[in-house]
Nanobody, 124 residues
Framework: VQLQAFGGGLVQAGGSLRLSCAAS????????IGWFRQAPGKEREFVAA????????YYADSVKGRFTISRSNAKNTVYLQMNSLKPEDTAVYYC??????????????????WGQGTKVTVSS
């Protein structure tokens, strides 16, 4: 599976961005796609995830109510709509696939495939 994340950029606090993660290559009958982020000098952390069916989603408390994860089956793409951005949202954002999920997990080691990351900078 190849994942390509894009859509990052520079935005002012309170603004919005939409990240995209395009998947290609191997397909799975069921899998979970997650977004993670790594801020400068910090550990990578979970942001949000969705089942490919879209039936279940899960968010980190820090983004709940501001970020929305969604997907387009036709485009093999998962989106992360980020609203009301804060300077603390500044990070490199990565998408990842858990190809054999039991359930949505926030544990990074459970994700088998990773995209290259896209940088988001929120200015105050």
């Amino acid at each position: 599976v190849q994942l390509q994340a894009f859509g990052g950029g520079l935005v002012q606090a309170g603004g919005s961005l939409r990240l995209s993660c395009a998947a290609s290559g191997r397909t799975f009958s069921r899998y979970v796609i997650g977004w993670f982020r790594q801020a400068p000098g910090k550990e990578r952390e979970f942001v949000a995830a969705t089942t490919w069916s879209g039936g279940s989603t899960y968010y980190a408390d820090s983004v709940k109510g501001r970020f929305t994860i969604s997907r387009s089956n036709a485009k093999n793409t998962v989106y992360l709509q980020m609203n009301s951005l804060k300077p603390e949202d500044t990070a490199v954002y990565y998408c990842a696939v858990d190809g054999d999920p039991v359930k949505i997990t926030t544990v990074q080691d459970m994700y088998d495939y990773w995209g290259q990351g896209t940088k988001v900078t929120v200015s105050s």
